[in-house]
Each structure stands twice: as structure tokens, then as C-alpha cells.
T-cell receptor, first 112, second 113 residues
Framework: DQQVKQNSPSLSVQEGRISILNCDYT??????FLWYKKYPAEGPTFLIS?????DKNEDGRFTVFLNKSAKHLSLHIVPSQPGDSAVYFC???????????FGKGTRLSVIA | DSGVTQTPKHLITATGQRVTLRCSPR?????VYWYQQSLDQGLQFLIH???????AKGNILERFSAQQFPDLHSELNLSSLELGDSALYFC????????????FGSGTRLTVV
């Protein structure tokens, strides 16, 4: 049973436009959410996170929104740049020592 | 360079064999996590060690085992390999279990033929 779902395997966006990547979760105990970015031949790198006590967190061009009632979060990238082309993983955890649970990832392609 | 070192980068071996994957965490990090990424799959958690002690187990097969040594490097041992074990194996480290900003290594790509 997949607890973290990224239903769009891929997304293509034009440079300068907004990229919206979505993630759903089923475990209501999750209270901390993260996004990781992965380039080919590299490991995932931490991008941005959000705690369940917030509904929005911004870091430069990246904003994560959390809708707890819908068990849904999204990552917005504005404006999108060709260097943002990568696989984006959504991850979640409940507080304490439980390891992160990852989704399958969404491959973002930003077209110049 | 993330600071987490995984060796080897690539490994090709035959079914039934045994291999050892090695991970050196970022300097100062005590927690090591192992994840498996199979084709079209997300990162599946295998096992977590903190300062030499096993802290959590995920979907790790009985044919797989791991340990973390006093110098904090970790090894993942995979035995009786099957074709389905072909995957990318990632190691990640943090300074403490409650810190979720994992630093990942670049992975070991295992191909079982």
C-alpha cells in the first residue's frame, strides 16, 4: 500500500511558466513533508519542507502548499528554469524517528 | 559532492552471488539510511542505523543484511541475488534521527544477470 502517491509520472512546462507538482498521502499520522530533487546519476537532494502546523512554506522560487484535510501537498516553481528539469520526490514522516516515506517521483521537463 | 560516499558506483553480478555495498556518511552524521529504487518505483526504505545500532527496518528481505561500524561507515550485504534485486541502492545520512534533511550519496547501481 503506497502511503505517498505522486500520480503524475511526468510534467512538461515552458521556461518562465509555473510548474505545479502534486503529492497525496494516506497516512493521517504524517506531520512533516519534504520535496527532494534528483538529477541523473546523482542522489536526491533536499529542496524544501513543511510541517503540518503550516499550510505554506516559501524558499525563493519554490513554494510548498499543504492541505491537511485533503491530505494533499503541492510544490510550485515560479518561474521555471531549464535547470529545474529533474525528478522530484515527495516524502513524508510522522514525528519521531520514523524514516521518510517517498513517492515514486515526477519527472519535470522545463522547455526553453 | 554531497559528502556521502557510496562504493562501488556500478556492480554487475550473477544470480545466486553475494555483494557488499559500502557507505561512508557525511562527516559528523551518526544516522545512516539505506533505500532501494527499482525501475519505476520510488525510494523504498530498507534499514536505518544510528551510531552503530539498528533503529528501524523497512521492506528488507531476509537475504539482505546491514551493519554500521564504529567509524560510522555502513555496509549493506545482499546474498543469493535474484534478477529482481537489480536496482539503485542509495545511502543517506543525517546528524540525528529527527533531522529529515537527508544527505544522499550518488547510489550504487546493481545489475544481476
Amino acid at each position: 500500500d503506497q502511503q505517498v502517491k505522486q500520480n503524475s509520472p511526468s510534467l512538461s512546462v515552458q521556461e518562465g511558466r509555473i510548474s505545479i507538482l502534486n503529492c497525496d498521502y494516506t497516512n493521517s499520522m504524517f506531520d512533516y513533508f519534504l520535496w527532494y530533487k534528483k538529477y541523473p546519476a546523482e542522489g536526491p537532494t533536499f529542496l524544501i519542507s513543511i510541517s503540518s502546523i503550516k499550510d505554506k512554506n516559501e524558499d525563493g522560487r519554490f513554494t510548498v502548499f499543504l492541505n491537511k484535510s485533503a491530505k494533499h501537498l503541492s510544490l510550485h516553481i515560479v518561474p521555471s528554469q531549464p535547470g529545474d528539469s529533474a525528478v522530484y520526490f515527495c516524502a513524508a514522516s510522522n514525528s519521531g524517528n520514523t524514516p521518510l516515506v517517498f513517492g515514486k517521483g515526477t519527472r519535470l521537463s522545463v522547455i526553453a | 559532492d554531497s559528502g556521502v560516499t557510496q562504493t562501488p558506483k556500478h556492480l554487475i553480478t550473477a544470480t545466486g552471488q553475494r555483494v557488499t555495498l559500502r557507505c561512508s556518511p557525511r562527516s559528523g552524521d551518526l544516522s545512516v539510511y539505506w533505500y532501494q529504487q527499482s525501475l519505476d518505483q520510488g525510494l523504498q526504505f530498507l534499514i536505518h542505523y544510528y551510531n552503530g545500532e539498528e533503529r528501524a527496518k523497512g521492506n528488507i528481505l531476509e537475504r539482505f543484511s546491514a551493519q554500521q561500524f564504529p567509524d560510522l561507515h555502513s555496509e549493506l550485504n545482499l546474498s543469493s541475488l535474484e534478477l529482481g534485486d537489480s536496482a539503485l541502492y542509495f545511502c543517506a545520512s543525517t546528524d540525528s534521527p529527527g533531522n529529515y534533511g537527508y544527505t544522499f550519496g550518488s547510489g550504487t547501481r546493481l545489475t544481476v544477470v
